[in-house]
């Protein structure tokens, strides 16, 4: 099976660096994923990371050790659009490309 | 647009009262899939299907049907709705590569009495 933990909430201030984390036990990986989910709408794709290593995409970076069964999200120059939930997702070996399983998301509070 | 529509968007029912919640992509995506999202437990898969007349249990498929006779159509049925049905229900679909990526379609939020 797959257990996924992020922590529950994290405050920050705009303009300022965060870096949210997740940690994952998995008995088959094929890749970890990143979304955004503001409050009361759908998630949004935000990155993924399959081989070990950063991904930089704009003020957004995903970070992977298949090793550790780590990744993180970083998120740079805070926006108080940035209020969010983040959602780490693994996805198995097994149900095709686009089987998810997702982690119960980090909701992130920006402040002035 | 691309989008994912879901059909209807709220709904408050009562216990055994049949429903079916729509759900229509115009991507052409081969797969889709329903979850259901509730406070800290994240979103947890219903059914998923990886094509036409092709379709498999998620996480947490009782209580729940599925059927996929279009490509652009995967309706989710509860056909015995009970009080721990309720919740937020998200439809959505991708293209099946290696992205990964999922299209979601806006939610509906079912309460049932």
């Known amino acids: 099976g797959q257990n996924i933990d992020q922590p529950t909430e994290m405050t920050a201030t705009e303009g300022a660096i965060v870096q949210i984390n997740c940690t994952y036990q998995t008995s088959g990986f094929n890749g970890l994923f990143w979304y955004q989910q503001h409050a009361g709408e759908a998630p949004t794709f935000l990155s993924y990371n399959v081989l070990d290593g950063l991904e930089e995409k704009g003020r957004f970076s995903s970070f992977l050790s298949r090793s550790k069964g780590y990744s993180y999200l970083l998120l740079k120059e805070l926006q108080m659009k940035d209020s969010a939930s983040y959602l780490c997702?693994?996805?198995?070996?097994?149900?095709?490309?686009?089987?998810?399983?997702f982690g119960a998301g980090t909701r992130l509070a920006v402040h002035p | 647009e691309a989008q994912v529509t879901q059909n209807p968007r709220y709904l408050i029912t009562v216990t055994g009262k049949k429903l079916t919640v729509t759900c229509s992509q115009n991507m052409n995506h081969e797969y889709m899939s329903w979850y259901r999202q509730d406070p800290g437990l994240g979103l947890r898969q219903i059914y998923y299907s990886m094509n036409v007349e092709v379709t498999d249990k998620g996480d947490v498929p009782e209580g729940y049907k599925v059927s996929r006779k279009e490509k652009r159509n995967f309706p989710l049925i509860l056909e015995s709705p009970s009080p721990n049905q309720t919740s937020l229900y998200f439809c959505?679909?991708?293209?099946?590569?290696?992205?990964?990526?999922?299209?979601f379609g806006e939610g509906s939020r079912l309460t049932v009495l």
């Open positions: 997702a693994v996805r198995p070996l097994s149900g095709g490309y686009n089987k998810l399983i």
């Open positions: 959505a679909s991708g293209k099946g590569d290696n992205t990964g990526e999922l299209f």
